[in-house]
């Protein structure tokens, strides 16, 4: 409205200068022409008329960068108030929010890898909305690029854990899924031995192996998830192996990853754990403890406590089983040992213990424990991988 309003005076001013100017150019032929006869001539009509041009032009400058800039007497920036508050609006409701279906997220180092994410507890009654806030405070996490691994993108944020803490939470995503922005992929949760630690810092070449295993196309992509373990104890892993029945439900984990990437629905025909050297009882346990969450685990180059583990497995919810692979080198007695006793427990063992799928990989052997570990990632992503085909 403001702009349709200078445009009148805009127009005035340029028509009138091109009056001005054009009488005062006429004069000056009149004068040059009288001086050629030696005659006298007026020169003030020609001065008038050449100083309105001027003021003319000068107005016309004046109103051209008011129209551009659309304020005029305070009005422009009033004008523009709406528009900001209208970009506000739309960051509250996209930041927490991105494209189901295309895989776009609101934050441009995040777009098209995270989905649309349910609009948060508003649709919900304000009763029961309350109590839930007051329990666990929502809060999106928005995950950023942290660098390019195996050929696909790693990306960190930070999510409440099961303690009600927040704790760093890595996301490798395979390069499939950049390259099928419809596609949706398993998930493979990787336990972390050390507090306060994830799984990669540990393990920094389970990316290259995960990847190595998808370009030979010896394995179907999935995302790799990599949460922070919790401190308290130097060795967590250790602890659960003693008690895993005290294995948590990280609900809030899988309810921000499905809500942040394009991945199947959680549960046992999606999900999977992984554990490296001393993760490896984490994920042993996991797998045991919770078959209707996690479909498949896989536990490299560990060291278990049998006992323990046959009785979580025991214990595990009533209609599942748990698919686990324990793999080890060629070199590696103990482990391999550690991995044929826990076996034998657990087909010996009560109740869903003794359903349990249990595989053991010795074949693997190189020239350093560097390459054999690459390889044994390598297998476990194989045999992760197709676990959760199968059961999907």
Not at 7 to 22: D, E, H, T
Not at 95 to 120: M, V
Not at 158 to 172: C, I, S
Request: hydrophobic share 45%.
């Amino acid at each position: 409205m403001v702009r349709s309003l200078l445009v009148i005076p805009l127009l005035a001013a340029a028509l009138g200068g091109i009056w001005l100017a054009r009488g005062a150019r006429q004069r000056w032929h009149d004068l040059r022409a009288a001086e050629t006869y030696e005659l006298a001539g007026d020169r003030w009509p020609m001065l008038l008329r050449a100083a309105g041009a001027m003021v003319c032009g000068v107005c016309v400058t004046a109103l051209t960068v008011l129209t551009a800039l659309g304020a005029f007497g305070g009005l422009g920036r009033s004008g523009q108030e709406p528009d900001r508050a209208e970009t506000v609006v739309d960051a509250a409701g996209t930041g927490a929010e991105a494209d189901a279906g295309s895989g776009t997220g609101s934050g441009s180092g995040t777009a098209g890898r995270q989905q649309q994410a349910a609009p948060p507890a508003a649709a919900e009654p304000p009763a029961a909305a309350a109590p839930a806030a007051a329990a666990a405070p929502a809060v999106v996490s928005r995950f950023d690029s942290v660098g390019h691994p195996g050929g696909g993108e790693l990306l960190q944020s930070a999510v409440f854990g099961p303690d009600g803490h927040p704790r760093n939470v890595r996301v490798w995503l395979p390069p499939q899924y950049a390259k099928e922005p419809n596609a949706r992929f398993p998930v493979v949760v990787m336990q972390a031995a050390a507090p306060q630690k994830t799984a990669d810092a540990e393990v920094p070449d389970v990316f290259e192996g995960i990847g190595s295993a998808l370009q030979t196309g010896k394995a179907r992509p999935f995302i790799l998830v990599a949460p922070e373990a919790p401190n308290g104890t130097g060795h967590p892993c250790e602890l659960v192996a003693a008690a895993p029945a005290a294995v948590a439900d990280d609900a809030t984990l899988r309810t921000t990853i499905a809500a942040s990437f394009r991945t199947l629905p959680p549960g046992p025909a999606s999900w999977g754990t992984l554990g490296v050297e001393g993760g490896a009882p984490c994920a042993a346990a996991a797998g045991l403890a919770r078959p209707d969450l996690y479909g498949a685990a896989a536990a490299v180059s560990g060291r278990y406590d049998a006992t323990a583990l046959t009785q979580t497995g025991a214990e595990a919810p009533a209609g599942s089983s748990a698919k686990l692979l324990l793999a080890a080198a060629r070199s590696d007695s103990a482990g391999l040992d550690a991995a044929r006793k826990l076996q034998s427990a657990l087909k010996a063992g009560p109740g869903a213990a003794a359903k349990a799928e249990v595989r053991i990989s010795d074949n693997v052997q190189d020239f350093t424990p560097d390459r054999e570990r690459l390889r044994l990632v390598r297998q476990a992503a194989q045999f992760l991988a197709e676990a959760l085909a199968r059961a999907s």
